[in-house]
């Protein structure tokens, strides 16, 4: 066990743009999302790890619970990739054609 200081995508990006946000942080995708509450509507993608199973990681999110906080951030899924003998892969969202033109 060790202590790791962190932050928040909130603090480092601001007002700032990304075009695309890759998330692969064993795990802690929820953390991240939920530390970049405010700058998502500033991100146009966002490419993650994900899995259907539940306590895949102690903590971890379910790609469902996932998808669910990205939508509610104007996102939709346009591509998963999940391998077939653990349910685990990679997803990528984008923002949806509606919420881009907005932003």
């Not at 146009?44 to 903590?59: M, T």
């Not at 892969?89 to 919420?99: C, H, L, M, W």
Request: glycine letters at 8%.
């Amino acid at each position: 066990e060790f202590t790791v200081e962190t932050t928040t995508l909130d603090e480092k990006l601001g007002a700032g743009h990304l075009d695309c946000l890759w998330i692969d942080v064993q795990g802690a995708e929820h953390l991240v999302l939920r530390g970049a509450a405010s700058s998502l509507h500033n991100i146009d993608a966002v490419f993650l790890e994900v899995s259907r199973l539940p306590n895949l990681y102690k903590g971890g999110a379910t790609m469902k619970q996932l998808e669910r906080e990205l939508e509610r951030h104007g996102f939709e899924s346009v591509l998963v990739g999940l391998d077939a003998r653990n349910l685990t892969g990679n997803a990528f969202y984008v923002r949806s054609p509606e919420k881009l033109n907005s932003a």
